[in-house]
């Protein structure tokens, strides 16, 4: 009786063939394992240790930036990816430029802020807790980069204090009717000890005891300050006001 013929090799289309689709492609892709460039990004960690760049994790970069979580932004960059770097950038950029814009005198000092403030962030980046808002985070580091800048500033700014009361009596005012521009315009003219303490104080919500902390000042100093700087301000939008109603002021 003639022995049955021996089966010899089986080859690779023939694997495949008894393979699911999913698992066909993960072996295809386990064959071709390219070095670099978009298919290594498929394939995984190149086997040889001669890659030149490693891969960033899969953070769907052929999306749109608005699609991507935040997650993937903060694991792309730390992976390297000049381009999660990009996007990081861009979402983030005009909030805190606006952040910016108060706490500084100009819009080019405003720009030098926002400049530092985002190689920080990239710097530090892997310090992150996830324990909040990225944004959070970042516009601290903003209001952090914006003191450092006023410390280097401060005694080189000659102050004008102008014709204003030295204190606010106890009413209020509003400034919700006015535009972003003209609010910035308002703020930025501010003395810088002033406007300091006004950001802090009434937009970042710290206490008098932390930013005398921060800006090397007493509590009581930070209190005057910021009743110096209502006053100022309520002075202006007296002047806006009474400039509005006989048709003068830019809508």
């Not at 690779?12 to 066909?24: G, Q, T, V, Y």
């Not at 086997?47 to 899969?58: F, R």
């Not at 970042?204 to 921060?214: C, D, L, P, V």
């Amino acid at each position: 009786m003639r022995a049955a013929p021996s089966p010899g090799p089986v080859r690779p289309d023939a694997r495949l063939r008894r393979r699911s689709p999913d698992s066909a492609v993960s072996a295809l892709s386990s064959a071709l394992r390219p070095m670099n460039g978009l298919r290594g990004l498929l394939a995984g960690t190149p086997a040889s240790s001669e890659a030149i760049t490693p891969p960033t994790p899969a953070v769907r970069p052929l999306l749109p930036s608005s699609q991507l979580s935040e997650a993937e932004l903060i694991d792309g960059c730390l992976a390297g990816s000049r381009l999660m770097q990009k996007y990081l950038y861009e979402r983030f950029a005009g909030r805190m430029m606006a952040v910016c814009l108060r706490y500084a005198q100009t819009t080019f000092e405003a720009e030098d802020v926002l400049q530092e403030g985002f190689i920080t962030v990239f710097r530090n980046l892997s310090s992150f807790r996830r324990e909040c808002p990225l944004e959070f985070w970042i516009r601290r580091i903003m209001v952090n980069a914006a003191l450092r800048q006023h410390r280097r500033n401060a005694p080189l700014v000659a102050v004008s204090e102008g014709e204003y009361p030295e204190e606010l009596a106890g009413e209020e005012f509003t400034l919700s009717n006015y535009g972003f521009e003209d609010l910035m315009n308002m703020v930025q003219e501010l003395a810088p000890r002033y406007r300091m303490v006004f950001n802090l104080f009434a937009i970042e919500g710290y206490g008098h005891k932390e930013i005398g902390e921060m800006l090397g000042i007493s509590e009581g100093t930070s209190k005057s300050q910021y009743s110096r700087a209502r006053a100022i301000l309520k002075s202006k939008v007296e002047r806006l006001d009474a400039q509005s109603k006989h048709g003068y002021f830019r809508s």
